[in-house]
C-alpha cells in the first residue's frame, strides 16, 4: 500500500492539486483559481504600420538571468501582409520584444530584416534567400529557450519551430500525414537575435502546432510536449462515429533529447488526449509543462470544435513524473477566453515557458485572439474579422504564488487527514485563505491520538505563507506521523515544513 509510506515534509511546498499527500477528506472540494488578468492587456499588441494585425504567443516570455531583462519572442498572427525580401506576403516571422517591467514593451530596430523602408524587430521569417533571418520550410514558430548549461556560447538560446513541407515524396515523410514531411525545426543563437538553424528537421515526436518544452529538472533532459493523433477506445465507444466525425483526434505525445537535436523516441508516446468525460468534439490542442516544486504543471489547450463555439480556452493538469498527468478539478479554465467585446474573445494559447515570479505573484503571458479558430464549419461571420485592423496580442495573468487550485469547504467544515509524514521542522507553514473563516491543524500520532501540544487555529488571515505550529516539541524523525486540518469557510492551497 502506497500510501502507508511515509512522505518527508520538507521546505518544498506541496500543493493540493491531486490527493498525493492526503489519504481520507471529507466535504472538502478542489477548485481552480483562474489568473486575474492585467487591465493594460494585451501587453504585447501591433503599433507599426509594417506589423501584422497580431501577435501570439507561439513564442516564450522570458528573463534572461545575466541582464535582468524581460524578453519575448511572438510569432506574426496571420503572417506578414508586406513581406520581406524572399518571402511571400502572410509569410510567418517570429518577431523580439524587449522590457524593464514585464508590462511596458517595445520592438527594437535590429536592422536584420527591412520592410519597405522601415526598419523591424523581426528575428526570423519563412522564406528563401541568403539573408540568416530567412527559415526555409518553415511554417510556424514554438518558442524559445535560455540555456546556460550548454557549453557552446553560440548555443545559448535554442528556438524550436515546425518544418513543414506541403508536397513530400520521400520515404522519411511523416506516418500521420501522408504526403507531407512535418517535423520539428531548430536553431540556436548566441543572443536571441542571431540565429543559425539546424538543417532540416530532428524529429517527428510533433506534426503540428502546438508544441512545447521544458528542461527536466531531475533527469537534465529536455522534454518535449508534441502535437500527434490518438481518440482513446473508451471515447470512441461512448461516442458515435457521427458524433466523432469532427473529431481530429488531436493529442499530446513526449519525446527526450540531451542535446536537443537527437530525440527519442522518433514519434513521441502519445501521454494525454480527449477522455469520457469531454463532449465529442472537444480536443487537447497542445500542453505547455514547467516543474513547480515536486510537480509537474500542465497548462492543457482544449480546442471546443462545435459550429457555436470554436474558441481555446486553458485548463490545468498535474504530474508527479511528467508524463502521467491528471486534469483538475471540474475542469474549469485557469485561462478563460474573455467575454463579448473582449480582445481575447475566442482563442488562448499559453507561452512556451514556464511563469515568471515576480515577488509573491506569478505571471502567465498567453496569447488571445478575437477570432475563430479554423474549421470545417463555416459560419455566417466568416470573413467579417478579416477586415479587422487587430485580431491579437501576447496578454499577462496572474495568480499569487502555489494559488493555481486550492481545496476549499463551507460553513459545515471540511477535514483531510494526511498520510503518514516525516516531520524534521520546528514550524509548519501554510498558503491558506481563511480571511472570514477558519483553519484547525493537529498533529496526530500514529495511533490516531492528538500529540500534546502540537495543535493550533488561525483565523481571519489570509496569506502566502502562514505559520502554523511554531516551535514543534521534537518529533523522533523517523518516526510518522500525521496531519488533520479542518477548514471552516476557505481555501488551503499548500503546506510545507522549516
Request: glycine share 10%; proline share 7%; aromatic share 10%.
Amino acid at each position: 500500500d502506497m500510501t502507508a509510506i511515509p512522505i518527508p515534509l520538507t521546505s518544498t511546498h506541496e500543493l493540493f492539486l491531486d490527493e498525493y499527500l492526503i489519504a481520507t477528506s471529507e466535504r472538502l472540494r478542489l477548485r481552480v483559481n483562474p489568473v486575474r488578468k492585467h487591465p493594460r492587456n494585451p501587453v504585447i499588441r501591433p503599433t507599426e504600420d509594417w506589423e501584422p494585425r497580431g501577435y501570439i504567443a507561439f513564442g516564450s516570455v522570458l528573463q534572461d538571468p545575466r541582464d535582468g531583462l524581460y524578453k519575448a519572442w511572438c510569432m506574426a498572427l496571420g503572417g506578414l501582409d508586406a513581406a520581406p525580401a524572399g518571402a511571400e506576403p502572410g509569410a510567418p516571422a517570429l518577431c523580439y520584444f524587449t522590457s524593464e517591467d514585464g508590462v511596458e514593451w517595445e520592438g527594437p530596430e535590429l536592422g536584420l530584416v527591412r520592410i519597405g523602408s522601415a526598419d523591424t524587430n523581426i528575428v526570423a521569417f519563412g522564406g528563401e534567400g541568403e539573408q540568416p533571418a530567412a527559415f526555409e520550410d518553415l511554417y510556424e514558430f514554438f518558442g524559445v529557450s535560455i540555456d546556460d548549461s550548454d557549453p557552446d556560447p553560440d548555443r545559448r538560446f535554442k528556438m524550436g519551430f515546425l518544418h513543414f513541407i506541403r508536397e513530400y515524396e520521400g520515404a522519411d515523410g511523416h506516418p500521420t500525414y501522408p504526403g507531407q514531411q512535418r517535423g520539428l525545426g531548430v536553431a540556436f543563437s548566441p543572443d536571441g537575435i542571431h540565429w543559425q538553424r539546424q538543417p532540416g528537421w530532428v524529429t517527428h515526436a510533433t506534426g503540428d502546432g502546438y508544441t512545447s518544452w521544458m528542461r527536466d529538472p531531475r533527469s537534465g533532459r529536455w522534454v518535449l510536449y508534441g502535437r500527434g493523433r490518438h481518440i482513446a477506445p473508451e471515447v470512441r465507444q461512448k461516442w458515435s462515429e457521427e458524433e466523432l466525425k469532427h473529431h481530429w483526434g488531436r493529442a499530446v505525445t513526449r519525446a527526450e533529447s540531451d542535446d536537443f537535436i537527437h530525440w527519442e523516441p522518433e514519434f513521441g508516446d502519445i501521454i494525454l488526449s480527449s477522455d469520457t468525460e469531454d463532449g465529442p468534439m472537444h480536443e487537447i490542442y497542445g500542453m505547455s509543462v514547467f516543474p513547480y516544486e515536486d510537480i509537474y504543471i500542465g497548462l492543457v489547450q482544449m480546442f471546443y470544435n462545435y459550429p457555436e463555439h470554436l474558441d481555446l480556452d486553458l485548463q490545468l493538469a498535474v504530474s508527479r513524473d511528467g508524463i502521467h498527468f491528471q486534469r483538475l478539478s471540474d475542469r474549469s479554465a485557469f485561462i478563460p477566453v474573455g467575454g463579448v467585446g473582449e480582445w481575447d474573445r475566442m482563442n488562448n494559447s499559453p507561452a512556451n515557458s514556464e511563469p515568471l515570479r515576480v515577488g509573491d505573484e506569478l505571471r502567465f503571458y498567453y496569447g488571445g485572439r478575437n477570432e475563430r479558430h479554423n474549421s470545417i464549419h463555416r459560419l455566417a461571420d466568416d470573413g467579417i474579422l478579416a477586415a479587422l485592423p487587430f485580431t491579437g496580442g501576447v496578454g499577462m495573468g496572474s495568480v499569487p504564488v502555489d494559488r493555481f487550485a486550492g481545496l476549499e469547504a463551507s460553513f459545515d467544515t471540511g477535514w483531510l487527514v494526511t498520510r503518514p509524514l516525516l516531520i524534521d521542522a520546528e514550524t509548519i507553514h501554510v498558503n491558506a485563505d481563511v480571511r472570514f473563516g477558519i483553519l484547525e491543524v493537529c498533529v496526530l500520532a500514529e495511533s490516531g491520538e492528538p500529540i500534546d501540544g502540537c495543535s493550533t487555529e488561525i483565523l481571519n488571515e489570509d496569506g502566502v505563507d502562514i505559520p502554523l505550529l511554531a516551535d514543534l516539541p521534537a518529533l523522533p524523525a523517523d518516526r510518522p506521523v500525521r496531519l488533520e486540518l479542518r477548514l471552516t469557510n476557505g481555501r488551503l492551497y499548500s503546506i510545507w515544513a522549516n
